[in-house]
């Protein structure tokens, strides 16, 4: 994918993303946890695979990943909540979707890393079903973050989402070098005024929720990126 990879948390956002030039789309809910699985009747409604003749509406028509995430807060999961995401993935994959977002994290000798057993078996599983796996931003959180890219290149993840260029862009600099067989998807803060940072560091994609100070998606704003990302001057 080249361009911008939007975090949408409608329906109505989503299509209103799409037809503003999104690239990609990542379906999430409840922004004020940092994002958890959408309803199914909502994934119903955005999926490739299904029609909605009474209503009109159809499904997307760009590429969509589903964060996987039952709850806020913290990413460490009990057995339950595993089995949960395992059974929602394969859902997720009969929808027609392009991935699934998500993480696991485990503490071990009081630092924090990547479940590795876990995240293993999921990407393997979303693999088999033909979907992308995406480490999602609980990467942000590893104390050594370019370890973290060889355990998530070792549990298979295709991608990984990381706000590092918000903190130290040199760092996210770093990590892209580092990076030898997983694509490191930038965002955190990405708006017009810093996208073409990210362009000039050599990124053809990037992410964003393009919310405005009120929480809505700014189409405008989003537009301007995608054209950033074209190469049409601000």
Partial sequence: MKGVEVCVFSVDDAFAAEAAGAARLELCADYHVGGVTPALADLKRLSPLFAHEDTGLRGLRVPAVVMLRERGGDFSYSKKEKKWMVETLKLIAKLGFQGVVFGALEK?????GLDRAFCAHACELAHSLGLEAVLHRAFDELPTPFNAIDDAEGCGFDRILTGWGSVKMETLKMLKWHAQHIEILPGGGIRPENVM??????????????RNH????????????????KGVPL
């Fill in 108 to 112: 071990k000798s009081g630092r924090w």
């Fill in 214 to 229: 009120q929480g809505v998606l700014d189409v405008e704003q989003l537009k301007a990126m995608v054209d950033a990302m």
């Fill in 197 to 210: 940072h990210y362009k000039d560091l050599g990124f053809i994609e990037v992410h964003t929720s393009s």
